[in-house]
């Protein structure tokens, strides 16, 4: 059976399963769609697409507070993310690439193999 927590990333909310109880509790709502998720030793990264107003990655700390909100830009068409080496990767499916951002600073950059 499973005992700790399950993330959870829908289209109205993102929060935090518990399996015993079954009960969810909400950290983050209103940001748009929320997809990918990925996580470090310290922290949760969550992907949300707002529509028109542009795509941002949410940065939680260990007790589930929002620390950071960082701007990916708009129509990316942002779908998963992955936490890897101090680098943050988000699959842009619109510009058939990957995009390589440091969550800290914000700078990005575009890996395009087409």
Known sequence: MIRFPILVAGPAYFGI????????????????????????????????????????????????????SVEIGRHIDGHQILFHGQSLFVTATRENALI???????????WNWT
């Open 17 to 68: 399963l518990d399996p015993l109880s079954g009960r969810v509790g909400v950290l983050d709502a209103g940001a748009g769609d929320y997809y990918g998720i990925s996580w470090s030793e310290r922290e949760i990264f969550l992907l949300a697409r707002n529509g028109g107003r542009g795509e941002t990655i949410r940065v939680f700390d260990d007790l589930g507070r929002l620390t950071a």
């Open 100 to 110: 390589r951002l440091n969550p800290e600073t914000g700078a990005q950059s575009l």
